[in-house]
């Protein structure tokens, strides 16, 4: 089992930065893919940031330039630095893991941003 805490969630003015993070624990390979998802009010949950083994990344179009992804294998983290905020980012922020094919979640954490 694979278990993920999410912190670093809040309210910050548009414009302003948070940086989230995601610990892992349990039975996992620490070389499976990584990242970050996120589910606003009404909406489906949709991939933010990704990060596989060799440093590879992906990240959505609309957060490109402004939220980076960071991994850090030997503490089994990864980290999502957020920078200009915008309102439209207010969602829950989902961690996740994917094991060879099973997703595992985080139970999320809330990020606000007020105009």
């Known amino acids: 089992q694979v278990r993920l805490v999410e912190s670093g969630g809040g309210l910050v003015q548009a414009g302003g930065s948070l940086r989230l993070s995601c610990a892992a624990s349990g039975s996992f390979s620490g070389y499976n893919p990584m990242g970050w998802y996120r589910q606003a009010p009404g909406k489906q949950r949709e991939l933010v940031a990704l990060?596989?083994?060799?440093?590879?990344?992906n990240y959505a179009d609309a957060v490109k330039g402004r939220f980076t992804i960071s991994r850090d294998y030997a503490k089994s983290t990864v980290a999502l630095q957020m920078n200009n905020l915008k309102p439209e980012d207010t969602a829950v922020y989902y961690c996740n893991i994917n094991q060879f094919g099973t997703n595992y979640w985080g139970k999320g954490t809330l990020v606000t941003v007020s105009s």
């Open positions: 990060t596989r083994s060799g440093g590879d990344t």
